[in-house]
């Protein structure tokens, strides 16, 4: 069974930095790319940033680009989210989420965690 | 990177069929066979409903079907129930990497 478990999340000041972690298992890790998207109280989803499988391709949504960075450790089945500079708009749940394809990077998102709550606020 | 169009809203009796669109670009849903569809009920993860525009991942029930015509996505539920009533959100991969939602459509069965 895929578990995808978010963790990290907090009350951070505007400025300040926080790191998310996503530990998974139930599938071999090192074989998808693995995403993140968050989504805004009350709000929609928004993609946030995505790794392949070797860590060789990563993309960011423009709202993130040059303050967030996506990492993954396949040893440790972990995948992170490096987040400075953060702004009262980053307030949101983030949820780590498997891509669908092996080992390429286009495809859907086919099982995700229960999200992180990061909650920016002076 | 603008996020896709969905209509806020859509309905529709039990047991009659609804359709919502999801609408892009050349550079995203009209350039790549990578749209998706999530349904989310209140509290929950996003789930998979449908991937590279009309294909179901298994245990999706067959009244969810998807297709697409230049740069708009549709997905269509047949046979309405009450627990198809809750958000749904398509998605496209974008080029360069990228990724985009819709701003998501709340379904309601009357």
């Known amino acids: 069974e895929v578990q995808l478990v978010e963790s990290g999340g907090g009350l951070v000041q505007p400025g300040r930095s926080l790191r998310l972690s996503c530990a998974a298992s139930g599938f071999t890790f090192d074989d998808y790319t693995m995403h993140w998207v968050r989504q805004a109280p009350g709000k929609g989803l928004e993609w946030v940033s995505g790794?392949?499988?070797?860590?060789?391709?990563?993309g960011y949504a423009d709202s993130v680009k040059g303050r967030f960075t996506i990492s993954r450790d396949n040893a440790k089945n972990s995948l992170y989210l490096q987040m400075n500079s953060l702004r009262a708009e980053d307030t949101a749940l983030y949820y780590c989420?498997?891509?669908?394809?092996?080992?390429?990077?286009?495809?859907?998102?086919?099982?995700w965690g229960q999200g992180t709550m990061v909650t920016v606020s002076s | 990177q603008s996020a896709l169009t969905q209509p806020p809203s859509a309905s529709g009796s039990p047991g009659q069929s609804v359709t919502i669109s999801c609408t892009g670009t050349s550079s995203d849903v009209g350039g790549y066979n990578y749209v998706s569809w999530y349904q989310q009920h209140p509290g929950k993860a996003p789930k998979l409903m449908i991937y590279e525009v009309s294909e179901r991942p298994s245990g999706v029930p067959d009244r969810f079907s998807g297709s697409k015509s230049g740069n708009t996505a549709s997905l269509t539920v047949s046979g309405l129930q009450a627990e198809d009533e809750t958000d749904y959100y398509c998605s496209s991969y974008a080029g360069s990497n990228n990724f985009v939602f819709g701003g998501g459509t709340k379904l309601t069965v009357l």
């Open positions: 790794i392949n499988w070797n860590s060789g391709t990563t």
């Open positions: 989420a498997k891509d669908s394809l092996w080992r390429r990077y286009f495809g859907a998102f086919d099982f």
